[in-house]
């Protein structure tokens, strides 16, 4: 018996899920226990391992606060999500986003209003990276 992939919609959905869930800082027991699902439930449903239902999305929208749109933002046909990696290799702002600490700065760099900050903060962690860079360099 063949072992079956999942679908590379179904991931995409998944992770828009996970980005969403972190960036609320919420746990996947949480949202589990509002869903009416187990953690590990969730999980697969994160990993696309399982498929979500209509039912089940429409009610990870509302618990989430966000449009149902949002779980397929950025993915303009079943191709795009295949492309999210090359190979085995997923790309560095997939791995990110998909860190709690990536979906929280993220989030509070987006709630940053004034232009001239945001470029500040990028500035600061173009500095700051350069000097680990360094640091591991010697």
């Known amino acids: 018996m063949a072992i079956k992939n999942p679908n590379p919609v179904d991931i995409y959905v ?8 972190l960036i609320k800082q919420m746990s996947q027991d949480k949202l589990g226990a509002a869903l009416g699902v187990t953690f590990q439930q969730v999980q697969k449903y994160e990993r696309g391992a399982n498929r979500v239902s209509a039912s089940r999305l429409w009610g990870m929208a509302e618990v989430l606060d966000v449009p149902i749109e949002f779980f397929f933002d950025g993915i303009k046909n079943k191709e795009n999500a295949i492309g999210l990696a090359d190979g085995e290799e997923t790309p560095m702002v997939y791995d990110f986003i998909n860190s709690a600490d990536g979906a929280q700065l993220a989030s509070a760099y987006s709630r940053i209003t004034d232009p001239k900050v ?6 600061l962690v173009r500095t700051l990276s350069d000097v680990e860079n360094e640091d591991t360099e010697e």
Not at 118 to 123: E, G, I, M, N, Y
Request: proline share 0%; hydrophobic share 30%; charged share 35%.
């Open 14 to 21: 998944g992770s828009r899920v996970r980005l969403q869930r």
């Open 118 to 123: 945001r470029r500040q903060v990028l500035q």
